[in-house]
């Protein structure tokens, strides 16, 4: 869900969002490189990683602050940070404290990660606010689906199921072992085609009839084979409101942050004054003004 470049974790590092316009450095003045009459501070550092990208100092800066004027609840971003910490410890246990320390101690790697849920919460109400034209857009159903490799074996499902017999239970009849899960199936899903257009305007329920998907393939004498797979599919669920948080998950990976930011810096106006700082933000940002 989430496109953060390094650059940016640095810049989070480094920064605090102050009540006034100015975007601050914590202990500026603390040197990290020094040798003979040569000092580098942090101030220095954040000065060069400003320069070589603006965008994201300015981006983490607004990021903050769009997530007060939404009223992002930050106690339970805190409560989610705790607990990604504490998983943390179990998986490195004695390497914990070199972790920690190769992405610059605790507390940096601490505001990264709340960086990285915040910006969760925010594309979570973007969702939220566009609920309408993503579901058109995505057209989203919650379903299980088993394949069988014969129409009589799928047949012999669809029939138990008919007879009273649940989904599940019907798949452990047929012997699979591995009882197909709940998912959240959408217009772009990496299946079938046929399987896509089922889906499209398929009943709450199982199917009558097995879903046919015929895959070809060509063997090394250039002969095309037909493989026919059967599908019985169980449609649970078609509205999102029911399902908001799977379908969310689901379509995250697929919205371009870029659109999430645009439509947050034109709902507050984000006014630049800058000419290089608009310049270097408005080429990547059309509700920059």
Do not use: H, W
């Amino acid at each position: 869900m989430k496109k953060i470049l390094a650059v940016l974790f640095a810049l989070v590092l480094l920064a605090g969002c102050g009540s006034n316009a100015q975007t601050m450095v914590s202990d500026p003045d603390t040197v990290i490189i020094s040798g003979n009459d040569i000092t580098y501070t942090k101030q220095d550092l954040f000065n060069d990683l400003k320069k070589n990208d603006v965008t994201s100092v300015i981006r983490a800066d607004l990021t903050n602050r769009i997530a007060g004027f939404e009223e992002i609840d930050m106690d339970e971003v805190t409560t989610k940070v705790n607990d990604y910490f504490e998983e943390l410890k179990t998986q490195y246990a004695d390497s914990y404290d070199s972790m920690l320390s190769y992405y610059g101690g605790e507390e940096s790697f601490r505001k990264t990660i709340e960086s990285s849920y915040t910006l969760d919460a925010l594309l979570k109400k973007y969702c939220d606010y566009n609920l309408d034209s993503l579901v058109s857009e995505y057209t989203p159903v919650l379903a299980k689906m088993q394949s069988f490799s014969t129409q009589e074996e799928a047949q012999a499902m669809i029939d138990n199921i008919q007879n009273g017999m649940s989904f599940d239970d019907a798949c452990t009849e047929a012997g699979i072992t591995t009882l197909p899960t709940e998912t959240v199936y959408l217009s772009t899903s990496d299946i079938d085609t046929q399987l896509i257009d089922y889906l499209s305007d398929s009943a709450v329920g199982v199917s009558e009839y097995p879903v046919v998907v015929l895959t070809d393939s060509t063997n090394d004498n250039g002969e095309v084979a037909t493989t026919e797979t059967y599908y019985v599919i169980e449609t649970i669920n078609r509205d999102v409101e029911e399902f908001k948080d799977e379908f969310y998950s689901a379509i995250g990976s697929e919205i371009d942050t870029t659109d999430v930011f645009n439509y947050y810096f034109n709902k507050y106006n984000i006014e630049v004054y800058d000419q290089d700082v608009y310049e270097a933000l408005s080429s990547q940002y059309e509700g920059i003004n």
